[in-house]
T-cell receptor, first 110, second 118 residues
Framework: ETGVTQSPTHLIKTRGQQVTLRCSSQSGHNTVSWYQQALGQGPQFIFQYYREEENGRGNFPPRFSGLQFPNYSSELNVNALELDDSALYLC?????????FGPGTRLTVL | AQSVTQLGSHVSVSEGALVLLRCNYSSSVPPYLFWYVQYPNQGLQLLLKYTSAATLVKGINGFEAEFKKSETSFHLTKPSAHMSDAAEYFCAVTTANAGGTSYGKLTFGQGTILTVHP
């Protein structure tokens, strides 16, 4: 049990729509990272937030954005969904130099 | 830049046999290295990590890995496979920031699917 939760578990959207995914980590875990895992691939780093500010970004377009809140929850927002956005989205909180992952949200874009 | 190569996208062993999953990394600075396991339709579970202490690292479920700087490798082993070990395994690397703590951006390999036969 990592103490990291994500919602929803599954989500189906259509191309062009917008989606918000949510993550909650344990108290005191100031850093949260988001990853996209396409089918059959390893996770790809989207971005990281530290104390509510973006602290690093991977090779993802600006339509991927995020927020981190003082209560250790965070959001991943994706605008103008494309078919290739279909993936498992993983949230991870950082504690003692280790990232602990949530169960993920499976997003399907039709 | 850092990268990870996992040799073998699929590994099949018999129950009770040795498990060896290979990982080679590339990093211009001392790395932090991790192995995670993923069961179907689940998130990633940490198996073990190397953060510049002992080069032989023991993890959960009987797994261990050895950091070999000269070979830039961090292979995962388990002496005797169980049916419950069947899953996908990911090797990942990150590097310490100027403050000496992990930056947090993990770079993952493509994964190795382990199949265990009765």
């Amino acid at each position: 049990e990592t103490g990291v939760t994500q919602s929803p578990t599954h989500l189906i959207k259509t191309r062009g729509q917008q989606v918000t995914l949510r993550c909650s980590s344990q108290s005191g875990h100031n850093t949260v990272s988001w990853y996209q895992q396409a089918l059959g691939q390893g996770p790809q780093f989207i971005f990281q937030y530290y104390r509510e500010e973006e602290n690093g970004r991977g090779n993802f377009p600006p339509r991927f954005s995020g927020l981190q809140f003082p209560n250790y929850s965070s959001e991943l927002n994706v605008n103008a969904l494309e078919l290739d956005d279909s993936a498992l989205y993983l949230c991870a909180s950082n504690f003692q130099d280790t990232q602990y992952f949530g169960p993920g949200t499976r997003l399907t874009v039709l | 830049a850092q990268s990870v190569t996992q040799l073998g996208s699929h590994v099949s062993v018999s129950e009770g046999a040795l498990v060896l999953l290979r990982c080679n990394y590339s990093s211009s600075v001392p790395p932090y290295l991790f192995w995670y396991v993923q069961y179907p339709n689940q998130g990633l579970q940490l198996l073990l990590k190397y953060t510049s202490a002992a080069t032989l690292v023991k993890g959960i479920n009987g797994f261990e890995a050895e950091f070999k700087k000269s070979e830039t490798s961090f292979h995962l082993t388990k002496p005797s496979a169980h049916m419950s070990d069947a899953a996908e395994y990911f090797c990942a690397v990150t590097t310490a920031n100027a403050g000496g703590t992990s930056y947090g951006k993990l770079t993952f390999g493509q994964g190795t699917i382990l199949t265990v036969h009765p």
